[in-house]
């Protein structure tokens, strides 16, 4: 039960995915800055086009049904498939799973070598993450009092940090654990409109618990697209 529990919190870090880039700021970091929700648009109609993309997730804090503290790798749309990294905290002990997602089954394998087949339930899966009208493009159609706040660079991308806040009824369908409204930042590549990191922050459940912060970042878009050419690291 442990490991079927382990495998929907995959799917779900999947759905809401390269170490996270270095974030510095420019310093030519003058003029007008672009309207945020021009910027949002554009980054979600290219998320339309997205079949592949490499991923890391950092969960800072503690969320209900959501053990992992951090998870690498890549999903593709197209096949539905993803593998990949997990560090997974659970009440009594940490555990780093090497892990596979193909249709309904998920296959995770431990230091120790122990390999795990288990089915997923009907209602994940693991190219929700790429949903060309729900996934991570519902996060940036539903943000709502944008604002571009600066540029920044993210390993030599000259990208946009808009912030904004989204419901919590947008964000808890791809986290079931949230249940409050949430603070969300995206940065978008200012050439290309490509989505290359999404930071929300969840309030605390009670007085005596801090916010919980998680931090998604994005590579290697359409690095297997064969109209994209191929792994292309000199776009953003």
């Given amino acids: 039960m442990l490991i079927r529990r382990l495998a929907q919190s995959l799917v779900v870090t999947l759905a809401v ?11 030519d970091n003058t003029g007008p800055l672009p309207e945020a929700r021009r910027l949002a648009d554009a980054a979600a109609e290219d998320l339309r086009d997205l079949t592949d993309v490499a991923f890391e997730l950092r969960v800072s804090g503690a969320i209900p049904g959501l053990p992992v503290r951090e998870v690498t790798g890549v999903v593709d749309r197209r096949d539905g498939t993803a593998s ?22 998920v296959t995770l394998t431990d230091a120790d070598g122990v390999v795990v087949d288990t089915p997923l339930p009907a209602d994940y899966a693991p190219g929700e993450l790429l ?26 991308v000259a990208t946009y940090r808009i912030g904004g806040e989204l419901r919590h009824e947008t964000i808890s369908a791809l986290v079931p654990g949230v249940h409050d409204d949430v603070d969300v ?25 801090g916010a919980v912060q998680l931090e998604l970042a994005l590579d290697r878009h359409n690095a297997t697209s064969p109209a994209d050419g191929g792994d292309q690291p000199d776009r953003p």
């Fill in 17 to 27: 995915s390269a170490p996270l880039s270095a974030c510095t700021g420019n310093p």
């Fill in 131 to 156: 949903d060309p009208d729900d996934g991570l493009r519902a996060l940036l159609v539903e943000a709502g009092n944008l604002r571009t706040e600066t540029r920044e660079e993210l390993d030599d």
């Fill in 84 to 105: 990949g990294e997990a560090d997974v905290q659970y009440p009594d002990e940490r555990v780093q799973y090497t892990f596979v997602l193909d249709g309904d089954t």
């Fill in 185 to 209: 930042k995206f940065w978008i590549a200012e050439h290309g409109d490509r989505l290359m990191r999404v930071w929300v922050q969840v309030p605390p459940r009670t007085k005596n618990e």
